[in-house]
C-alpha cells in the first residue's frame, strides 16, 4: 500500500545548501518570527529562522530548552502560524492553501511528539489508533483491509509479530514500543515529511539506537525528508550524518551546515560549547577532553535580550565593542552559515 | 516499578465496569442492593397477585401473614403498592438522567472542543437555564396539564438540570483538547466530529458514567419531592405518591401505619445508598490507564 | 582532577558496604515482589560509584532502600547495610530506630531525588528549606536565622548560585538547573558523609548539566564526601564515577573500576549498553542494538536474566543462575567482579569489551 511517486517538483523553493537544484526543498521556512505574549512584555520564541526539509534528508535541530527548537517545529508542522515569515510545502504558502490542499499538506507533514505516554490515546488499542487516519481518508477498503495494512506498518517500525500488538493499549506497551506505535501513526499518511520532536530523549539509550535505526531506515527506503529535533548532539551526528545541523540559540539560528563539519569542527563559540559538554562514554577522553568554559551558566531572559550578539554575555571569546554592541548576521562562511563577529573571521 | 500488567486489554468499558463493581467489596454489595431493588420493582410485579382493591374493613390494618406491611388509608396493601410502586420513579430517573447526560455531553463537548462563538452562545445558555426555577415551572407544568404523565415529568427533569454537568464536561474537554494525542489526531486530519467523539470523550466514559448515576439519584429526589409537594397529579401506585398520601392523612400519628411511611421511604434509600456505594468503587476503573493495577 | 579524585581517605575500611541486600514491595498481605536481589558492594570514603542501566532495574530502588527510603509499601527484606557514622560506630541501616534513623539522614547520609521540583515544598522559600533542615537535626541551643542564612549563603555560593537571589525565591521561581544545584546545597548543608543522587542531571540542558557534574568535582575534592549516583547516562559515570555498577534485572551484574566498566568489561549487557551510545567526537561510528527489554519482576528467570536478549548465550545460562565472581581483587572496593558464566570465554574470544 505504501505507494510513494515521487511528487512532480514545482518551482524549487530558493535554498541556501549547495544541492539545491538537484534536491528541492520539500518543507521551507522563510524569515518565520513567534512571538508569544507574555506577562513581562513579548517573548520572541522564534526571530527569523530560514529552513529547508529535503527528500531522503534529515535535517537536525539542536539546541538548548527554550531556544525556540520546538516552536519552530511547530510552525513547519502548521501547527502554529508564524507571527511573521512564511512556511511553504512544495513551494506553496501553507497560508495560502485551499481547503483540499491543506488537507493535502495536513497528512503529507506528520509530527511525531517527544512524549509516546501523552501521544497516545489510552482508551485506544493499537490498531485503532494507527488505523484511524487509513479508514477516515478512505485509504482502505474495509476492516480486515485496514487490520492488514496497520499490521504492515507496525512490521515497517519492527513491532513484530504485529498481531502481538494490534489489539494492545498504549499503558501495556513499554516506551519504546509506543514510540514505534506513534511512527506507525505517522506513516499510515505516506508522509514525505515528519517532524520529529525530541522524539527518542525520554527512551533508554539502548531503544534509542533502535528507534534511531528504524527512522532513518524510513529516510533512506522511503525517501522521507526529517526535521529532527533533539538536544542531544551524539544523536543529531549519528542521525544527520549525511544531512544538515542547525544550532539554534535564544530563537536564531547561529550555524548550520553539513553535519560532519558542525560536529567535528564546531565554529561558532556556542556550538563549540554544547559539543565540548557532551559527558562521552569514555573515562580517559572524559577527563582529558578540553571544554570551554562560559561566562555565565545562565541563559539570558527572552524578554530582556542583551544588545548586540545574544550570546556575548557567556561567550568566551567574545570582541568588546562589536560583539555586544552589533548583532552579526547569519552569513555563508565556506562550508557552513554562521552569525558570529570572531569566529567569521578566519 | 513494581506494578504487574495483567495481560488484558480487551475487555472494553462493560467489562472494566464489572471488574471495578466487583472487585471490592462495598463496590459489591452496592451492586447486589442496586440489582434487588430494580428485581424487587421491575420483576416483583410479575410475581405477585396485583389486584388491590380498596377495602374500607380494613383501614390502617396491622402487620399479618396476609398483609405483610399492613394495609393503607384506604385499606389497599401496602406491601403490594410498594412492589407496584418502584417502577415509576426508577423510569423517570432513568429517562431524566439520558437526556440530561446527552445533552450535557453532546453540548459540553462542543463548546470545549470548539470554542469561539459556539462556545460563547452555550455558555449563555446555560446561565438562562440555570435560572430557570425548577419548582416553579413543574408548578405551571401541572397546573396546565392535569393529565401530566411521569415522562412529562422526567423530559422536564433533564431539559433542566443539565447545565451543572454541561459546565464541567466543558472544562474537562478544554483541558483535554490541548493534550498531545488531540493534537496527533488533528495532525491526522481526522475531523472534528470524531476526533470529539473517538477520542476526546471516551477518555471521560468513566466520568460521564458515574454522572449518569448521579443524575439518576437527583433526578428520582426530584419526582419523589414533587409527589410530596402534591404537585403531580395521583395515578399509579408509585413510591412518592405513597410517602405523600401517608402525609396527607397524618401517618405519623397513627402507629398502624408507620410501615406504609417507612417503606417507600426505605426504598428510595436503599436504591440510593446501592447507586452511591457502587459509583464509588467504579470511579478508578473505567480508566483504562488504572485498569489492570 | 583526575589523579587526585581516585585517592581515598586513610584505610578505615568501607564507609558503607552492602551485603546480600533484597528489597521488594508488598503486593498483598502475605506477598512480596522482590525487585532488588542479591546486591554487594562496598563504598570506601572518598569514593564515587555510579549505578547504571535500563529503566526498571531497580537503580532506584536500591539507592531508596540505602537509605530505607522506600515507599511504604517497600522494603528491604533481606542482607546487610553497614554504614560508619561519624563517630566510628558502625551501624546496620536495616536496623536503626526510626528516630534514630530520622536524625542520621541528611546530617550523615543525604539523598537527592530525581525531578528537583517535587524535592521543595512548593510554597516555602529556599531560605525556609535550610532552615527548617538546619533546625530538624540541631541538637543544643537554637540557632538564630540569621546564623543559618549566613551558613545556607556560602553553601549556595559553593555550587555558584547567587544567595541573594536564590534564598528568597520560591522554587518555581528558579529553573531547572538552579533548582537541582540549590537541592544539591541542601543535601550538603549537615556536611553528610555520603550523597546518593538520583538522576541528578537528566531533564537538565547540556550545558546546565555540564555545569552540574563541574559543581560535584569540585565539591567532592573540597567536602570528602562519598557518593552513590544513580543514571541511566553512561557519558555521566564515566565522568563523575570512580566505580561503576551495572544494574540489570534487579541485580548488580558487574562491578569494577570506571577503566573497568568502559575499557575492560566482562559482562555481555555492560558491553552492549556502552556500545549502543553514540560517541559524538571522532568519526562516525554505528552504535549497536540491544533489541528487546528486561524481564519483569514477577517473572524471574531460571538461569541469566538476561540470557533472551544476549547474544552469546547458551543452554547452561538459560538453566543455571551466575553468581558474582571476582575478577581482579584490588582492594578498598575496586575489585571486577562480573556475574556472567561465559565471562572468561567470552573475554578470550575477545567478544566483551577490550
Not at chain 1, 33 to 47: N, T
Not at chain 1, 305 to 325: E, S
Request: glycine share 8%; proline share 7%.
Amino acid at each position: 500500500m505504501i505507494d510513494r511517486s515521487v511528487p512532480p517538483t514545482a518551482d524549487p523553493a530558493p535554498g541556501t545548501a549547495t544541492n539545491a537544484a538537484s534536491n528541492p526543498a520539500l518543507l521551507s521556512l522563510h524569515g518565520v518570527h513567534q512571538v508569544f505574549p507574555g506577562p513581562r512584555g513579548d517573548v520572541p520564541a522564534v526571530a527569523g529562522v530560514d529552513l529547508e526539509v529535503r527528500p531522503g534528508k534529515a535535517l537536525c535541530l539542536v539546541g538548548e530548552s527554550g531556544c525556540g527548537k520546538t516552536t519552530t517545529a511547530r510552525m513547519a508542522a502548521g501547527l502554529a502560524a508564524p507571527t511573521r515569515g512564511s512556511v511553504l510545502f512544495r513551494g506553496r504558502n501553507i497560508d495560502a492553501m485551499d481547503k483540499k490542499e491543506r488537507s493535502g499538506f495536513r497528512r503529507a507533514v506528520q509530527y511525531i511528539h517527544q512524549d509516546p505516554y501523552a501521544s497516545l490515546n489510552p482508551v485506544r488499542t493499537v490498531h485503532s489508533t494507527v488505523s484511524a487516519g487509513l479508514r477516515r481518508h478512505r485509504m482502505v477498503a474495509d476492516r480486515r483491509e485496514a487490520r492488514r495494512v496497520t499490521a504492515e506498518l507496525l512490521e515497517r517500525v519492527d513491532l513484530t509479530p504485529a498481531e502481538d500488538f494490534l489489539d494492545k493499549y498504549p499503558h501495556q506497551m513499554s516506551g519504546g514500543q509506543r514510540q514505534r506505535v506513534a511512527i506507525a501513526r505517522a506513516l499510515a499518511m505516506n508522509p514525505e515529511v515528519i517532524i520529529a520532536d525530541e522524539s527518542t530523549s525520554m527512551l533508554d539509550v539502548s531503544i534509542r539506537v533502535s528507534l534511531l535505526n528504524t527512522l532513518g531506515r524510513l529516510r533512506d527506503e522511503l525517501g522521507v525528508g526529517f526535521l529532527f529535533i533533539t538536544h542531544d548532539l551524539a544523536v543529531a551526528k549519528y542521525f544527520a550524518w549525511d544531512g544538515e545541523i542547525a544550532v539554534m540559540y535564544l530563537g536564531k539560528v547561529v550555524e548550520r551546515g553539513p553535519t560532519p563539519r558542525v560536529v567535528n569542527d564546531p565554529r561558532h563559540p556556542y556550538t563549540k560549547a554544547l559539543i565540548s559538554a557532551v559527558c562521552e562514554p569514555d573515562p580517559d577522553l572524559a577527563r582529558t577532553r578540553e571544554r570551554v568554559r562560559l561566562r555565565d551558566a545562565d541563559i539570558p531572559d527572552l524578554t530582556d535580550l542583551p544588545p548586540g550578539c545574544d550570546f556575548h554575555p557567556r561567550c568566551p571569546v567574545y570582541a568588546q565593542g562589536v560583539c555586544d554592541t552589533h548583532r552579526p548576521p547569519l552569513v555563508r562562511d565556506h562550508d557552513r552559515l554562521l552569525a558570529c563577529h570572531v569566529a567569521g573571521q578566519g | 516499578m513494581a506494578v504487574t500488567t495483567v495481560a488484558s486489554g480487551g475487555a472494553g468499558v462493560w467489562g472494566a465496569i464489572w471488574q471495578g463493581v466487583t472487585r471490592s467489596t462495598s463496590g459489591f454489595l452496592g451492586l447486589c442492593i442496586v440489582l434487588g431493588v430494580l428485581l424487587f420493582a421491575f420483576v416483583g410485579p410479575l410475581l405477585i397477585d396485583t389486584h388491590n382493591p380498596t377495602d374500607v374493613t380494613k383501614i390502617w390494618g396491622p402487620i399479618t401473614s396476609e398483609h405483610w406491611l399492613g394495609t393503607n388509608h384506604e385499606g389497599k396493601d401496602t406491601f403490594v403498592q410498594l412492589v407496584l410502586g418502584g417502577r415509576e420513579p426508577i423510569w423517570v430517573g432513568i429517562v431524566a438522567a439520558v437526556i440530561t447526560v446527552a445533552i450535557a455531553v453532546v453540548l459540553g463537548g462542543i463548546a470545549g472542543y470548539v470554542r469561539g462563538r459556539i462556545d460563547h452562545f452555550l455558555l449563555q445558555l446555560t446561565d438562562i437555564t440555570m435560572t430557570i426555577p425548577f419548582i416553579v415551572l413543574m408548578l405551571v407544568v401541572a397546573s396546565f396539564y392535569r393529565t401530566t404523565s411521569p415522562m412529562v415529568v422526567a423530559f422536564i427533569i433533564g431539559l433542566v438540570t443539565w447545565p451543572y454537568l454541561m459546565r464541567s464536561i466543558r472544562a474537562q474537554v478544554l483541558t483535554l483538547r490541548e493534550r498531545e494525542f488531540v493534537e496527533a489526531a488533528r495532525i491526522q486530519d481526522l475531523g472534528t466530529a470524531r476526533i470529539l467523539f473517538a477520542e476526546v470523550l471516551p477518555n471521560m466514559a468513566g466520568y460521564i458514567f458515574i454522572n449518569f448515576i448521579i443524575a439518576i439519584t437527583n433526578a428520582i429526589y426530584a419526582v419523589v419531592g414533587m409527589y410530596l409537594l402534591g404537585l403531580l397529579p395521583s395515578t399509579a401506585a408509585n413510591w412518592g405518591l405513597m410517602i405523600q398520601q401517608a402525609w396527607d392523612n397524618n401517618a405519623f400519628l397513627v402507629p398502624a401505619a408507620v410501615p406504609f411511611l417507612l417503606a417507600p421511604m426505605a426504598m428510595i434509600m436503599l436504591f440510593q445508598i446501592g447507586l452511591v456505594t457502587m459509583t464509588r468503587s467504579l470511579e478508578q476503573t473505567l480508566d483504562p490507564r488504572l485498569r489492570d493495577r | 582532577m583526575t589523579a587526585s579524585r581516585t585517592a581515598p581517605v586513610p584505610h578505615e575500611g568501607p564507609l558503607l558496604s552492602v551485603r546480600n541486600v533484597d528489597i521488594g514491595y508488598r503486593t498483598g498481605r502475605r506477598t512480596l515482589l522482590t525487585t532488588v536481589h542479591d546486591v554487594s558492594f562496598d563504598l570506601h570514603p572518598g569514593q564515587s560509584m555510579a549505578l547504571v542501566g535500563e529503566s526498571g532495574c531497580g537503580k532506584t530502588t536500591l539507592g531508596l532502600g540505602l537509605l530505607r527510603l522506600l515507599p511504604r509499601t517497600g522494603l528491604v527484606s533481606a542482607g546487610e547495610i553497614r554504614f560508619r557514622r561519624k563517630d566510628g560506630d558502625t551501624v546496620d541501616i536495616r536496623s536503626m530506630a526510626k528516630e534514630d534513623l530520622r536524625r542520621f539522614r541528611w546530617s550523615e547520609a543525604a539523598m537527592v531525588f530525581q525531578g528537583a521540583m517535587n524535592a521543595f515544598n512548593p510554597v516555602l522559600r529556599i531560605e525556609d528549606h535550610f532552615v527548617d533542615t538546619f533546625r530538624a537535626h540541631e541538637t543544643g541551643r537554637p540557632r538564630r536565622r540569621k546564623e543559618i542564612l549566613e551558613e545556607s549563603a556560602a553553601l549556595l555560593e559553593m555550587v555558584r548560585l547567587d544567595p541573594a537571589r536564590v534564598l528568597g525565591s520560591f522554587p518555581h521561581e528558579l529553573s531547572g538547573g538552579m533548582r537541582q544545584r540549590s537541592l544539591i546545597a541542601l543535601a550538603l548543608a549537615l556536611e553528610p558523609q555520603l550523597l546518593i543522587l538520583d538522576e541528578p542531571t537528566t531533564a537538565l540542558d547540556l550545558l546546565t548539566q555540564r555545569a552540574i557534574v563541574e559543581r560535584l568535582c569540585e565539591l567532592r575534592e573540597a567536602l570528602r564526601f562519598s557518593m552513590v549516583f544513580i543514571t541511566h547516562d553512561l557519558g555521566l559515570a564515566a565522568e563523575l564515577a570512580d566505580r561503576v555498577g551495572t544494574m540489570y534485572a534487579g541485580r548488580l551484574i558487574e562491578t569494577g573500576t570506571t577503566r573497568d566498566i568502559f575499557h575492560r568489561s566482562r559482562h555481555p549487557y555492560t558491553s552492549a549498553l556502552i556500545g549502543s551510545v553514540p560517541p559524538v567526537s571522532g568519526d562516525l561510528i554505528v552504535p549497536e542494538s540491544l533489541p528487546g527489554s528486561p524481564p519483569g519482576p514477577s517473572s524471574p528467570l531460571p538461569g541469566c536474566s538476561f540470557a533472551p536478549r544476549c547474544g552469546h548465550a547458551v543452554d547452561l545460562c538459560r538453566e543455571r543462575r551466575p553468581e558474582p565472581e571476582v575478577l581482579h581483587s584490588r582492594g578498598d572496593g575496586l575489585s571486577h567482579t562480573v556475574a556472567c558464566l561465559r565471562s572468561r570465554e567470552l573475554a578470550a574470544e575477545g567478544a566483551t569489551r577490550d
